[in-house]
């Protein structure tokens, strides 16, 4: 079995349609952007530069030495870097509308499904679904479905709105080749999706090696 079997429940609001293997899903709370960043990190920067910028006002107007001056400064600088997030320094992707490119290894995985979505072992049916493994990890935004910010992205569910892409790459998935997936990140909502973050692909090609 080289494709993805299952197909996610359906929807009395549907907003649009994709595919988690050959067949539409529906797919309901697309999300928003989520423009903020971490205030508790930010407000910690913005004191720590008021601290930095008085200590050099005090610094011109005495007799304090050079070295001490630099010594204060680089105090302050571990300071923000000890107690602002890693988040807070870097923007997160956002999700649904906006549209990210990526890169990394497609690979197939297997999957419980209904009706537990435990173990294929215990008689649930098995589901197959194609993952992005990413160059680096990442962290992202929330959406209208699930605003958590979530860190530390590595593997992302590909959800498909062209199901042809199964077929006409299937043989490059096999060999765990890199690709560049284009398109925008949802939260995991369903059973069916197996990953804290999805993409909604738009464009999906293979890199030369």
Known sequence: MDDPIATAPGSDTPRSRVSLND??????NQGRSNKSLDASGGSVFRNLLGAAKGALIRAAASTQPLGGMMRLLTLLLFAWLAFTPGDARSQCLKCVPNMVTLEGVVYAKDFPGPPNYQSIRSGDERMRYWILRLNKPVCVEGD??????????????????????????????????????????????????????????????????
Do not use: M, W
């Open 23 to 28: 067949k539409p899903v529906a797919r309901y």
């Open 144 to 209: 209208d479905f699930d605003n958590t910010r979530v860190s530390n992205v590595r593997d992302l569910q590909l959800a498909f709105v062209d199901g042809s892409f199964y077929k006409r790459y299937r043989a490059f998935v096999r060999r765990r080749a890199r690709f560049q997936v284009s398109g925008s990140l949802f939260h995991q909502e369903t059973g069916h999706h197996v990953t804290k973050i999805l993409i909604n692909v738009k464009s999906f090609a293979p890199l030369r090696k």
